[in-house]
């Protein structure tokens, strides 16, 4: 079985790494089930769930962790965020069932944990096949261009990514509820606002990368000294 080693630093930086995929998955399934946003940009109005940009600050940490440490870390972090998103839904319904002490409480709480069951599905099913393929999609344009050009490997994995799952979520969630031609205008139209922010997120991916492996770096260079310097003590040692 094959094991994956991390020093204590890059473990506090995989916990933050975490905490904010996490954190972003639940902000952008609570929003989107509460707002929709009306976001002049020239000529054209995107109207999209609230949570859009929560959800797409995700793909650029999963490029960052697949980039630093591979791709088993990265798919760790995929399940960590689809772990969060369960126990959320399980808590808020939870708490749901329990008696309110006012009733508008009970009306307030329905509108932000109230449970639409096709929202919620295709919000876990876009989740889990696009995470995935975003992935092992930045691993094999990593292969292809062996390891160079980080902004085409962030990119490319992340549009197509984002396509799957703007898709596949407006298909399962609205599909036989609006004609063909309002999902695909809701589908292209938010994938197009996705594509925007990814567009501008390359450059805190190269970051990202950055910072992480300044303490592999650090860690090397430490190693390599403390090398050198056991060898030369031996040596004199050999000679005395």
Not at 7 to 20: A, F, N, P, Y
Not at 170 to 175: D, E, H, K, P, Q
Not at 200 to 208: E, H, K
Request: glycine share 6%; hydrophobic share 50%; proline share 4%.
């Amino acid at each position: 079985m094959n094991s994956v080693f991390v020093s204590l630093r890059d473990l506090k930086i995989l916990i933050v790494m975490t905490g904010i995929f996490a954190s972003s998955i639940v902000v952008a399934n609570v929003a989107a089930a509460i707002k929709l946003l009306a976001l002049p940009i020239g000529p054209l109005l995107f109207v999209v769930p609230a949570g859009t940009i929560a959800y797409a600050v995700t793909f650029p940490i999963t490029d960052i962790a697949d980039e630093v440490y591979g791709k088993k870390i990265a798919l760790y972090i995929v399940w960590a965020g689809f772990a969060a998103e369960i126990v959320m839904l399980a808590l808020g319904y939870a708490d749901y069932w329990l008696p309110p002490l006012e009733p508008y409480m009970q009306e307030s709480y329905q509108q932000v944990f109230g449970i639409q069951w096709r929202i919620v599905l295709g919000s876990i099913v876009a989740y889990l096949i696009s995470q995935h393929h975003d992935v092992w999609a930045f691993w094999e344009w990593r292969r292809i261009t062996k390891g160079k050009w980080l902004w085409l490997r962030n990119n490319a994995s992340t549009l197509v990514s984002q396509l799957i799952d703007s898709t596949t979520f407006t298909i399962i969630a609205f599909g036989g509820l609006y004609p063909i031609e309002v999902i695909f205008d809701m589908t292209l139209w938010m994938w197009i606002f996705k594509v925007m922010i990814a567009l501008c997120d390359t450059p805190f991916v190269y970051l990202g990368v950055w910072l992480c492996k300044r303490p592999q770096q650090a860690a090397q260079r430490t190693s390599k000294e403390e090398l050198d310097i056991e060898e030369r003590e031996f040596e004199e040692e050999m000679e005395g």
